[in-house]
T-cell receptor, first 117, second 113 residues
Framework: GAGVSQSPSNKVTEKGKDVELRCDPI?????LYWYRQSLGQGLEFLIY????????KSGLPSDRFSAERTGGSVSTLTIQRTQQEDSAVYLC???????????????FGPGTRLTVL | AQSVTQPDIHITVSEGASLELRCNYS??????LFWYVQSPGQGLQLLLK??????LVQGIKGFEAEFKRSQSSFNLRKPSVHWSDAAEYFC???????????FGKGTRLHILP
């Protein structure tokens, strides 16, 4: 596609339910990043993928959070047993290469706003 | 640990006035630096980036930023703001240890008519 897309754009769920957030990166982008944006907190790094591999999962807030990427393309972020503190905007970004390789502009999707009641 | 500091949480300027948003980073070597803008309900859009070379970088929408190594700063400027510039602005630096990009907490810009 022309840009990074995310679905759903909004998700309201009840505490304790599981949710899946989807990210479709720009075609051909090998690197994919997930961030969480809470009110007044800036962007919190969650996880990144190089191809289908996630070398660093240390940013995931708890073991209720997991992510996968298949076919070097679509990625899903899953939150199990959601809690109210999980409420935030979840942003996905893709890039032609990893940030450490330099000159790696990240293209962001519009985000998924998650509200946990 | 590496960090990016945006000292101003909110900035208010009048339409047509000049703008400077501050960004300071902690880093050992020459950093890769970015400024992103986020309009309400939108994702982040890249305004400009610095990798090397000329320390004055031109971006989109009439923005520019200057890299000053001696001050560890990468401030964003615009000579004359427009009402459509009201948004949140994020400074970011590529981590020197891994493949992450570290973002500041953002500065929200308000424009007075």
């Amino acid at each position: 596609g022309a840009g990074v897309s995310q679905s759903p754009s909004n998700k309201v769920t009840e505490k304790g339910k599981d949710v899946e957030l989807r990210c479709d990166p720009i075609s051909g982008h090998t690197a994919l990043y997930w961030y969480r944006q809470s009110l007044g907190q800036g962007l919190e790094f969650l996880i990144y993928f190089q191809g289908n591999s996630a070398p660093d999962k240390s940013g995931l807030p708890s073991d209720r959070f997991s992510a996968e990427r298949t076919g070097g393309s679509v990625s899903t972020l899953t939150i199990q047993r959601t809690q109210q503190e999980d409420s935030a905007v979840y942003l996905c970004a893709s890039s032609q290469r990893l940030a450490g390789a330099g000159k790696a502009e990240q293209f962001f999707g519009p985000g998924t706003r998650l509200t946990v009641l | 640990a590496q960090s990016v500091t945006q000292p101003d949480i909110h900035i208010t300027v009048s339409e047509g006035a000049s703008l400077e948003l501050r960004c300071n980073y902690s880093y050992g070597a020459t950093p890769y630096l970015f400024w992103y803008v986020q309009s309400p309900g939108q994702g982040l859009q890249l305004l400009l980036k610095y990798f090397s070379g000329d320390t004055l970088v031109q971006g989109i929408k009439g923005f520019e930023a200057e890299f000053k190594r001696s001050q560890s700063s990468f401030n964003l400027r615009k000579p004359s703001v427009h009402w459509s510039d009201a948004a949140e602005y994020f400074c970011a630096v590529v981590s020197n240890r891994d493949d992450k990009i570290i973002f500041g907490k953002g500065t929200r810009l308000h424009i007075l008519p």
